[in-house]
T-cell receptor, first 114, second 115 residues
Framework: DAGITQSPRHKVTETGTPVTLRCHQTENHRYMYWYRQDPGHGLRLIHYSYGVKDTDKGEVSDGYSVSRSKTEDFLLTLESATSSQTSVYFC?????????????FGPGTRLTVL | AQKVTQAQTEISVVEKEDVTLDCVYE???????LFWYKQPPSGELVFLIR??????QNEISGRYSWNFQKSTSSFNFTITASQVVDSAVYFC????????????FGKGITLSVRP
């Protein structure tokens, strides 16, 4: 158990509204990631963080922003949600230390944008 | 760019049959890491194995075994004597180095094990 929680676990929202998903970890991992999972696409990286206030883009970052003001929390924000952002979102950490280490995933957040 | 191909999309077997899930990868990196993850119907992603590019030893863990062959860029996963609890989506993934320092997933294989 890598000590990762995600909130909310389920959310339904309307197009154009802002949405923030939270990932929380309890074991002081340096690297944290946000992925989205869609049918036929596997998992795709949205953004990742390599420390407090240090973030970088993944392959599908358009329409998303992230913030990491504390080691334990990594927030994913959809500034103005669109139906194409309906997906399951997973947070992950690398353990034990580095970016090349194994990634462990949180339980996921199912987001529906109407 | 790196790529992971899982050509099989859905496999259905009867309990106790052996089944092999194929994974073929593409990368120009000399150092890279390969992974398998399991996603049961409950939705969580469960780490199964990690293999480094410089270690071609095959691995066996109970009913699970993995065959890593650099010559054919494959990292196949075999479940021996399958059980209903093995029903899940299985993802192969590749982590490269340098500009490819990210985890690239295949599209997954849905395995159904019938009683």
């Amino acid at each position: 158990d890598a000590g990762i929680t995600q909130s909310p676990r389920h959310k339904v929202t309307e197009t154009g509204t802002p949405v923030t998903l939270r990932c929380h970890q309890t074991e002081n991992h340096r690297y944290m990631y946000w992925y989205r999972q869609d049918p036929g696409h596997g998992l795709r990286l949205i953004h990742y963080s390599y420390g407090v206030k240090d973030t970088d883009k993944g392959e599908v970052s358009d329409g998303y922003s992230v913030s990491r003001s504390k080691t334990e929390d990594f927030l994913l924000t959809l500034e103005s949600a669109t139906s194409s952002q309906t997906s399951v979102y997973f947070c992950a950490i690398s353990e034990p230390i580095g970016r090349w280490d194994t990634q462990y995933f949180g339980p996921g957040t199912r987001l529906t944008v109407l | 760019a790196q790529k992971v191909t899982q050509a099989q999309t859905e496999i259905s077997v009867v309990e106790k049959e052996d089944v092999t899930l194929d994974c073929v990868y593409e990368t120009r990196d000399t150092t890279y890491y390969l992974f398998w993850y399991k996603q049961p119907p409950s939705g969580e992603l469960v780490f199964l194995i990690r293999r480094n590019s410089f270690d071609e030893q095959n691995e066996i863990s109970g009913r699970y075994s993995w065959n890593f062959q650099k010559s054919t860029s494959s990292f196949n996963f075999t479940i021996t004597a399958s059980q209903v609890v093995d029903s899940a989506v299985y993802f192969c993934a590749l982590f490269g180095t340098g500009a490819n320092s990210k985890l690239t997933f295949g599209k997954g294989i849905t395995l159904s094990v019938r009683p």
